[in-house]
């Protein structure tokens, strides 16, 4: 392997959103082995940036799901944006659902309410947290704000109303199952739409072109190392492009059945530093071979 591509949430973040100092020593290690090291995330670059930074850790991010990607030295390399019409349609069909969305642009997040926000991300810590008092929930949702500021407005429609404005992911939520199902039923197969999801009350409206397996081809491409030398470790469905690209996919031991289907090697938990395990097992594999 000469590139190893991790996802964050799920996969090298715990539940705290941290890197473990065990995740961080084996990248490290596979770092001093020679080996590069990429983030793949649905988040935006700043969001990615900050649990990174926290851990000492410099990389090329590949952001929103591939929309965007950035060198280890922020230089931006790669911009897939959706379609307008496409976003429209996507507007169109998550408005009638009643879901709750947020518009990721080259001018930041924007969505239409804060208070419904701040729900929205309760309810998703929650059911995350079970065993964590609600109060303590709303104080991390508010630190969301801090994380990754959103305009908020009053209508989505003045989103098309900004000039030059690119959108390049549309996140809807509900907590209704059969909404959500009932809308990528809706829009699957739409011309110039990829449909994933990142957890089990959400889904993630991108370009066609802009999935994580695409994006971290056209970096390892950029580096010389091609997809035969590459691993991927991810959690869920918005990661199923790069384990199913790269040679070695990994699964978190906290993915689902179908997306553990998908890859060659399950590791660990996120919550049990499962990105160091896949590393070491991998390296020790490497230095096998080599003897």
Aim: proline share 2%.
């Amino acid at each position: 392997m000469k590139l190893i591509a991790s996802d964050l949430d799920g996969t090298l973040l715990d539940e705290e959103g941290v890197v473990s100092e065990e995740n961080i020593a084996a990248i490290q290690k596979a770092i001093d082995h020679g080996i590069r090291f990429v983030v793949a995330t649905g988040r935006s670059y700043d969001a990615a940036s900050t649990p990174l930074k926290q851990a000492g850790i410099t990389c090329p991010i590949i952001s929103l799901n591939g929309a965007v990607a950035y060198t280890e030295d922020k230089k931006l390399i790669r911009t897939i944006p959706m379609d307008k019409s496409v976003a429209k349609q996507v507007l169109g069909a998550c408005r009638e659902a009643d879901m709750y969305l947020e518009f990721f642009t080259s001018n930041g997040i924007y969505s239409v309410s804060k208070e419904y926000f701040l729900e929205v991300l309760v309810d998703i810590m929650k059911s995350a947290n079970p065993n964590v008092a609600e109060a303590d929930i709303r104080k991390k949702a508010e630190l969301r704000f801090q994380a990754e500021p959103v305009q908020f407005i009053a209508d989505y429609d003045e989103i098309f109303a900004v000039e030059n404005l690119e959108i390049y992911k549309i996140l809807a939520f509900s907590l209704d199952k059969e909404k959500l199902k009932n809308v990528r039923t809706q829009l699957a197969g739409g011309a110039g739409m990829a449909i994933t999801s990142s957890g089990d009350i959400n889904l993630e409206f991108n370009h066609q072109d802009a999935q994580k397996g695409i994006a971290l081809k056209h970096l390892a491409e950029s580096m010389g190392i091609g997809m035969a030398d590459v691993m991927a470790l991810g959690d869920n469905w918005n990661d199923a492009s790069m384990l199913q690209a790269a040679e070695r996919g990994v699964a978190m031991g906290n993915a689902s059945d179908e997306i553990k289907a998908l890859c060659s090697y399950t590791t660990k938990a996120n919550y049990d530093h499962g990105v160091a395990d896949a590393i070491e097992e991998m390296l020790q594999e490497r230095k096998n071979k080599r003897q």
